[in-house]
């Protein structure tokens, strides 16, 4: 299948894009890394459990939230489960599938994060852009997300 060429605004608009985005989240991980410990990934696997009710959730549906593949969703978890920041357990309603469940050490790292964390996507991000601009942001990617 052949593609049609991008015109000049929608090749302006894919490169603006990438090339913030990538230097966006560069800029996140290396902050929270530098602060913390902790890789962007880490903190979004924190974030999504302390959401869930009693901070677990079946591992699919983790790797679903998180748009991880089965295999990243698994090397993740097992790198938390060492250091203590995640729990993996047969799930309770059928012994059958697993669950990551937030440990309260994860959770006080989570804690601990977080503000350093949301400092660095303000001044990143939220604090260059109106909120004409982020509503615009959340329902572009928002779109783009569901297909």
Do not use: N
């Not at 090397?75 to 203590?84: E, H, T």
């Amino acid at each position: 299948m052949v593609s049609r060429p991008l015109t000049d605004v929608e090749q302006t608009c894919w490169r603006a894009y990438v090339e913030s985005s990538w230097a966006l989240h560069t800029r996140l991980e290396d902050e929270l890394r530098a602060a913390t410990g902790l890789s962007m990934a880490d903190y979004h696997v924190m974030v999504v459990l302390s959401e869930a009710p009693d901070r677990r959730l079946r591992m699919g549906e983790l790797a679903g939230r998180l748009v991880f593949s089965p295999s990243r969703i698994t090397y993740q978890i097992a790198s938390m489960v060492k250091r203590g920041l995640v729990r993996k357990q047969s799930c309770p309603q059928d012994g059958r599938g697993q669950e990551a469940m937030l440990t309260d050490a994860g959770m006080a790292e989570l804690v601990r994060a977080a503000p350093l964390h949301l400092t660095t996507v303000r001044e990143s991000f939220i604090d260059h852009l109106d909120p004409e601009e982020l509503a615009v942001i959340a329902r572009a990617f928002t779109k783009i997300r569901k297909a």
